[in-house]
């Protein structure tokens, strides 16, 4: 089964920043567009940004618009979130995503997540001070 494997997640202050990352051992990310959702505990599954393959063409959630920056290096097949300016409203378990081949990046999808073949188990951010 083909898994993106999420890590940089952890505890950072109210205004501070954090970088999660994204790799896989098993494929090659950068055929693939890559979607960042979160959840929160009690809340619904949030889509937070998304990155084309080529790195071309991104697109975020309103919430993190101006705070949160998606970034891929595909010759490391690794996609970022570096994630500034935090709040304790970003606290949730982060997941990176893959598109089904050949599928991408769309405003509908940042929000259902339609398309979305490959989920990651994910990594927990706590914003708190």
């Known amino acids: 089964q083909l898994q993106p494997v999420e890590s940089g997640g952890g505890l950072v202050r109210p205004g501070g920043s954090l970088r999660l990352s994204c790799g896989a051992s098993?494929?090659?990310?950068?055929?693939?567009?890559i979607q960042w959702f979160r959840q929160a505990p009690g809340k619904e599954r949030e889509g937070v940004s998304c990155i084309s393959s080529s790195g071309a063409r991104t697109m975020y959630a309103d919430s993190v618009k101006g705070r949160f920056t998606i970034s891929r290096d595909n010759a490391k097949n690794t996609v970022y979130l570096q994630m500034n300016s935090v709040k304790p409203e970003d606290t949730a378990v982060y997941y990176c995503a893959a598109f089904e081949y050949g599928l991408g990046c769309s405003q509908s999808a940042l929000v259902s997540g339609a398309g979305i073949a490959y989920w990651g188990k994910g990594t927990s951010v706590t914003v708190s001070s």
């Open positions: 098993e494929f090659t990310l950068n055929y693939y567009h």
